[in-house]
């Protein structure tokens, strides 16, 4: 995981309120959410679905390649957001 200037990670896990509902296997990771908010991982059986934007864009088996995913996705985002495509 990558450190922002401030020291904490850049993935946060995002919050549930009964935790132990999406519990397939103990000691999986509840799955993450990226600070602007665009990017989500969540458990959904043995696997991890991708969400970007409220969509449904991959499903990896484990976390460690849910990360990966998201942390490629994120660099070709920010290669190909220009300032026009904001304005129009």
Same mark, same amino acid.
């Given at each position: 995981?990558t450190l !922002?200037k401030?020291?904490?990670?850049?993935f946060?896990?995002p #919050?549930v309120? %009964?935790?132990?509902l999406l !519990?397939?296997?103990?000691?999986?990771?509840?799955g #993450?959410?990226?600070?602007d908010?665009v #990017?989500?991982?969540?458990?959904?059986?043995?696997? #991890?679905?991708?969400i970007h /934007?409220g969509?449904?864009? %991959?499903q990896c088996?484990?976390?460690?390649?849910?990360?990966?995913y998201?942390?490629?996705?994120s660099?070709? /985002?920010?290669?190909?957001?220009?300032?026009l495509?904001?304005?129009?």
């Amino acid at each position: 995981m990558t450190l !922002d200037k401030t020291g904490t990670t850049k993935f946060q896990k995002p #919050f549930v309120p %009964h935790s132990s509902l999406l !519990d397939n296997n103990p000691g999986d990771p509840e799955g #993450f959410v990226s600070k602007d908010g665009v #990017f989500a991982a969540v458990p959904c059986g043995k696997a #991890f679905i991708i969400i970007h /934007n409220g969509k449904q864009v %991959h499903q990896c088996k484990t976390y460690k390649q849910s990360l990966a995913y998201i942390k490629k996705l994120s660099k070709i /985002n920010k290669k190909t957001n220009s300032p026009l495509e904001k304005i129009l």
